[in-house]
């Protein structure tokens, strides 16, 4: 069965430093991947996603993330966050009809 | 304005009762999917459905059912048999199943149930 793990469980940072959150899964097959955002209090958003073509993949507030298919890696980019960034991200794959999530990364941003 | 919607956004339920969470989508959406959302767990897959009359297993469908009679209505009933029900649960769907370019999930805003 596919799997998604996200490395880091909670990420502090400081306003300004950059973010890069790990994204891996097991499957070798063709994929599907995205980066889904939580704030506080609010429902579940897209972030960005990768079906096809360029690997770099660029999203919403400046997030961008990187397909390694050698590495079954999608991991997620920031070169300056911010505090408005403090969220919970999801990692996600799809492999034929499902869609599998990671357990999450907290980020907490100071300022 | 189009969007999905889950009822109630909180549930409070006696242990032993079963009790059944709406989900109702009017983006003529043919996936739909459920999911459980636990602190440190992430969202893990309930069960989803890619048409009508036809729905799958995730990975922690015991003490769940679903159906599937409309293509905009996919309720999830939580039976006595669910162990550790109290969770927050989450309805999404999708534009098609399978791989395309539009299988982006939209989500709902969740039912948080807490069973006592």
């Known amino acids: 069965a596919q799997s998604v793990s996200q490395h880091n469980h909670h990420v502090i940072l400081s306003e300004a430093a950059s973010l890069e959150l790990g994204c891996n899964y097991s499957?070798?097959?063709?994929?599907?991947l995205f980066w889904y955002v939580q704030y506080p209090g609010q429902h579940l958003q897209l972030l960005l996603k990768?079906?096809?073509?360029?690997?770099l993949v660029k999203g919403i507030k400046g997030f961008e993330a990187e397909f390694i298919k050698s590495k079954f890696s999608f991991n997620l980019r920031k070169p300056s966050v911010q505090w408005s960034d403090t969220a919970e991200y999801f990692c996600?794959?799809?492999?034929?009809?499902?869609?599998?999530f990671g357990k999450g990364t907290t980020l907490s941003v100071s300022s | 304005d189009g969007g999905i919607t889950q009822s109630p956004k909180y549930l409070f339920r006696k242990e032993g009762q079963n009790v059944t969470l709406s989900c109702e989508q009017n983006?003529?959406?043919?996936?739909m999917y459920w999911y459980r959302q636990d602190p440190g767990q992430g969202l893990r897959l309930i069960y989803y459905?890619?048409?009508?009359?036809?729905?799958q297993k995730g990975d922690i469908a015991e003490g769940y059912s679903v159906s599937r009679e409309k293509k905009e209505s996919f309720p999830l009933t939580v039976t006595s048999a669910q162990k550790n029900p109290t969770a927050f649960y989450l309805c999404?769907?999708?534009?098609?199943?399978?791989?395309?370019?539009?299988?982006?999930?939209?989500f709902g805003q969740g039912t948080r149930l807490t069973v006592v």
């Open positions: 999404a769907s999708s534009i098609e199943r399978g791989l395309s370019m539009n299988t982006e999930a939209f």
């Open positions: 499957y070798g097959g063709t994929v599907n």
């Open positions: 990768y079906f096809s073509g360029d690997p």
């Open positions: 996600a794959v799809q492999a034929g009809t499902a869609l599998i």
């Open positions: 983006l003529n959406h043919d996936a």
């Open positions: 459905s890619q048409i009508v009359n036809d729905f």
